[in-house]
């Protein structure tokens, strides 16, 4: 292999990065970070001088636990300022300038292309608007709402759209932001008293570009003013496209006139990829990235095995690639499936929802754990910090990252509203115990085993 092994120490450990942060808060803090060297055991990374006390500080246990899901436990991992030396006496970067780069606009991912985009009978309509908005914003339809599980492309044509409209359109002036960019940015204008530069920022545009919609519910003061921001643009002939993890509908926590403004535009579902194009996208992301092609086996044993998210897909190639390179090993079908057992993706056949593609559902998650451990639905979802009540509620955060493809805050709304790092903690306490208790390890083992084969008719009906 000819590709840098430092270069795919990065990839892979920013794949874990983006799972565990976000996007927004990986683009901005993370994104700059360099391998400066590793050697199996030792990680250095290199950070710009004026951020890396700041990094470190609020990301460094982060670092650690993703360096170590993605290397192995051996691995500690050191952050390093990379270029000029740090001006004497100043430990922590510009804060009024690192809130400004925080507020402003998100800049497009530049491989997240229409021309990069895998078309497939899941997503062909879905593509097929979003070019439609891009070609004619304002026009074509509006609100575009892009909706499917986690994974499947939606964050992808959000961002191709703001790329073509950067390269053809320039004088549009385009937000591009997520759901919880915008509470964040709403919560700190109304702090810092400059809500009317807030204002100003999202609703004098053009194109107003929204991922993850969903994580404005519950958030009653957040969803007034994106209800008055939404009114003001639609009115104003701006093109709002919006993105989120299930159909305006199923918005249950959402106030109604905000979910009947979704609605009334275009609803655009994208589907988990079919096996032909989940290997189209990985030959995409290998001539992306500049690989050499793996051999068709390894194509294939990929593709089979990941069914249904194209992140984890597209990680799964980085991981077996990069496996191949560090280790000097040949890359061929016997090396992916070693990589992949070691992910715990079942083997084709092995388990019966991934082999048909169906994801569990959150609720699911949450109903087998509940029969596991003796609990109703109603006590896992309950604030209590009893430890009867707490660890099957860790357990189940855990599983339900790790088999439904939800994204962090998504899962912690299902838990009665709690945050993301709430969720991420719950899974990092939960790999530990499973890693240390053969007890606790077994428990998993079996619950992991029922979401594979349990139909979901069946876990419902268990429910009652």
Known sequence: MNADPLEHTWTVLAAELRAAVGEPLFDVWLAPLTVAAYDGSHLVLHAPAETRDWVTERFGRILQTSAVAAFGPQVDLEVERAGAAAVPGRDEPDVPAVRQHTLSRQAPNPKYTFDQFVIGGSNRFAHAAALAVAENPGTAYNPLYLCGPPGVGKTHLLHAIATYLDRYAGGLRIQLTSGEAFAND?????????????K???????ILLVDDVQFLMAKARTEEEFFHTFNHLRDAGAQIVLTSDRPPADLDRLADRLRDRFASGLIAEVLPPDLQT?????????ALDGL???PSDVLDTIAQRITVNLRALEGALIRVVAFASLTSRPLDGALASEVLDDLGTPARGE???????RVPTVTEVQQLTCEAFGLTREELLSSSRATRVSWPRQVAMYLAREHTGASLPSIGAEFGGRGHTTV???????AERVAADPEASQTVRELRARLST???AEQTDRSK
């Open 200 to 206: 100003a920022r999202h609703r004098g545009v053009d």
């Open 292 to 294: 050499p092609t793996p």
């Open 351 to 357: 388990g019966g929802s991934r082999e048909s593609g």
């Open 454 to 456: 349990t139909p979901p």
């Open 186 to 198: 709403f919560i700190g204008a109304l702090h810092g008293g400059n809500i009317e530069a807030f």
């Open 424 to 430: 991420l903690h719950a899974c990092r306490r939960t």
């Open 278 to 286: 989940r290997r189209a996208v990985l030959l995409k992301r290998v």
